[in-house]
């Protein structure tokens, strides 16, 4: 079973908007490309992933139909079992320059390079927990304020259970707030954090309906407790 705190940070922004549409039919100029890369501090690892949507970043989520596929470093994506929709491949280590292949269902080839180094590293500043329940806290970051298209995300919770996420998105933000009431909602026990940093980048390369990058700093689960 997957760690619910670590899902990407796609699935954090879009996938309770819509559902996914397994049998959707469309023309190929009427796939959106929304793409993510991220690195983990922690496992040390670059995870590539793909989406489609229906026209637009609000469509529905859509599989790629027969003869369509995307790449990543001659990498082929394979589609994530827990969605219809996430195509995702895994490097290990830091992998800076990763190149993007899309190939539609007519044939038509896509290709976008992107730098995972343009998104600044983050992590927790030591010292960070443990967290009483009837206390609200500023949660600070190493690593420079919220930047132009920057968002950061907080997150805090159990494998199995309750999570809060927060975000800050004003540009020159340094924290974001950690709130009695959002501990409460947790409860007691050991818990689990993350914080991400996301950097916003558009696809150059694309068709009719465009396309957009979530190029994404983790700093992997960090244990706390809230007492």
């Not at 995972?116 to 992590?123: A, C, F």
Request: some cysteine.
């Amino acid at each position: 079973m997957k760690n619910l705190l670590i899902v990407s940070v796609l699935a954090m922004l879009f996938f309770t908007a819509c559902e996914d549409d397994e049998n959707a039919t469309i023309d190929a100029k009427n796939y959106y490309q929304g793409y993510e890369l991220e690195y983990s501090e922690v496992e040390n690892k670059t995870t590539a992933r793909a989406y489609f949507r229906k026209k637009d970043e609000t469509g529905e989520f859509l599989p790629l139909e027969n003869g369509a596929e995307v790449k990543v470093n001659d990498s082929l994506l394979t589609r994530d079992a827990q969605s219809l929709a996430i195509y995702y491949t895994e490097f290990s280590g830091f992998v800076d320059t990763n190149y993007y292949e899309y190939a539609d269902k007519e044939g038509n080839m896509y290709t976008n390079e992107f730098h995972l180094s343009e998104v600044d590293e983050i992590g927790f500043l030591s010292g960070t927990g443990p967290f009483n329940l009837t206390s609200d806290y500023d949660i600070k970051w190493e690593g420079p304020p919220v930047g132009d298209n920057e968002t950061i995300f907080f997150r805090i919770g159990y494998e199995k259970g309750e999570i809060i996420t927060l975000k800050a998105n004003k540009e020159g933000a340094t924290q974001v707030y950690l709130e009695e009431k959002d501990l409460m909602q947790l409860g007691k026990g050991e818990a689990q954090m993350v914080i991400y940093r996301v950097l916003e980048q558009p696809v150059e390369n694309t068709n009719e309906a465009g396309g957009r990058m979530h190029l994404i700093y983790s700093s992997g689960l960090v244990p706390v407790r809230i007492e």
